[in-house]
Nanobody
Framework: QVQLVESGGGLVRPGGSLRLSCATS????????MSWYRQAPGKQRELVAT???????SLVDPVKGRFSISRDNTNNTMYLQMNNLKPEDTAVYYC?????????????WGQGTQVTVSS
């Protein structure tokens, strides 16, 4: 069973930066579609960014121009660089590794890391 471990969260003032990491076990990392999600209190979990196995990346509109996603297939790690953070970015951030198993989509999840943006 693949394990995903997020790190890098914390408390930061508005306008500050954080870099989240997601370390993944096993040897299938290059083949996963990797994503960051976040869940704010009282809200549903939402997609933030995706980096496919082919190297394509995408960001949702609220974070475009502020966040960037990257992956290091050599070290089995995905990153989320977050700049110009806003209070509305406060959430638990989760990483996800998606693959096709026996013809069905499967998503593996980390335990999450808290990001709090507050003055």
């Amino acid at each position: 069973q693949v394990q995903l471990v997020e790190s890098g969260g914390g408390l930061v003032r508005p306008g500050g930066s954080l870099r989240l990491s997601c370390a993944t076990s096993g040897n299938k990392f290059p083949f996963y579609a990797m994503s960051w999600y976040r869940q704010a209190p009282g809200k549903q979990r939402e997609l933030v960014a995706t980096a496919t196995s082919a190297g394509y990346t995408s960001l949702v509109d609220p974070v475009k121009g502020r966040f960037s996603i990257s992956r290091d297939n050599t070290n089995n790690t995905m990153y989320l660089q977050m700049n110009n953070l806003k209070p509305e970015d406060t959430a638990v951030y989760y990483c996800s590794a998606a693959e096709i198993e026996r013809g069905r989509p499967v998503a593996h999840w980390g335990q999450g890391t808290q990001v709090t943006v507050s003055s």
